[in-house]
């Protein structure tokens, strides 16, 4: 990046910089805080110091570590790979056998989850004990897999992302089979999950949620939003303070012309005075 904080100031810093000099900066600024390269705080103290400027040396500093118009910077690379979303299921459909075909928790504990492929048939048994089975991130080896579980006083959860369909099939005495996440319509292309089994004196529940990287994605959306959205009322405010300054000026210039008025009638009437 030049010396030029903004493109279209001289190079020369003793020169005095004119109103319109002071609106470029303002105006990068305004477009840092949008973008979050800013926060309120730190855009008020650099606004204010654009007003209080009077030549070029004081106006490029206000902006020499934000990028100005013209000036692409260069692209990001990150290191880490994001997981998928929930779209694009043609990509999850990998074929296969599966990663594993079974489990089983007696009076304690088992879990499937991250990444890994679901067989066409998974089969669990859950004896005074409980499993987790989440699905958000998995690949699936066929577009109908079938979950098997058998819960004797004990139980058993299953996490599925949105856009799956959930077909909910067991029997329960005395226990029951959670069919809260099943009846909603699934993406086009999307798996289908038959969930089956047996549950006495224990359960089996089907939940749908979305993945970590789809509600951090959201979070920052949001921040998005309400970026904008101050920085929106950002700019009113500026406006409203830009018409304060310049009816302000003007009254300003009224008055002066009134003065002027004044102090030419009082010079003419002592002139008339002495003549009489």
Not at 105 to 126: I, L, Y
Not at 164 to 181: N, S
Not at 182 to 205: I, K, L, M
Request: with cysteine.
């Amino acid at each position: 990046m030049t010396d030029d904080a903004v493109p279209g100031l001289p190079a020369r810093p003793d020169l005095r910089a004119s109103d319109a000099d002071r609106e470029r900066v303002a105006e990068v600024l305004r477009d840092a805080l949008a973008e979050g390269r800013l926060d309120m705080a730190e855009f008020e103290e650099r606004l204010e110091e654009t007003y209080k400027a009077r030549t070029y040396g004081e106006l490029t500093p206000i902006t020499r570590d934000l990028p100005v118009p013209g000036v692409v910077p260069p692209p990001v690379v990150s290191l880490h790979k994001e997981p998928s979303g929930e779209g694009g299921w043609a990509g999850r459909m990998v074929g296969g056998e599966g990663s594993s075909s079974w489990a089983v928790a007696v009076m304690s504990g088992f879990q499937r989850k991250g990444r890994w492929t679901v067989p066409r048939r998974f089969t669990c048994v859950a004896l005074m004990g409980g499993g987790e089975i989440d699905l958000r991130e998995a690949d699936f080896s066929a577009a109908e897999v079938e979950i098997t579980c058998v819960a004797i006083m004990g139980g058993v959860q299953i996490v599925v992302p949105p856009g799956v369909e959930v077909v909910v099939r067991g029997v329960g005495v005395m226990g029951g089979f959670d069919q809260d996440g099943s009846g909603a319509a699934g993406d086009p292309g999307g798996p289908r999950v038959v969930v089956t089994g047996f549950a006495f004196w224990g359960g089996v529940g089907v939940e749908r949620k979305k993945t970590r990287a789809a509600r951090q994605q959201e979070k920052r959306d949001r921040g998005a939003a309400r970026r904008e959205l101050r920085s929106a009322l950002r700019d009113e405010a500026h406006d409203a303070h830009r018409r304060v300054r310049e009816s302000h000026k003007d009254l300003l210039h009224e008055h002066g012309r009134r003065r002027g008025r004044q102090r030419e009638e009082r010079r003419e009437g002592r002139e008339r005075h002495y003549e009489d």
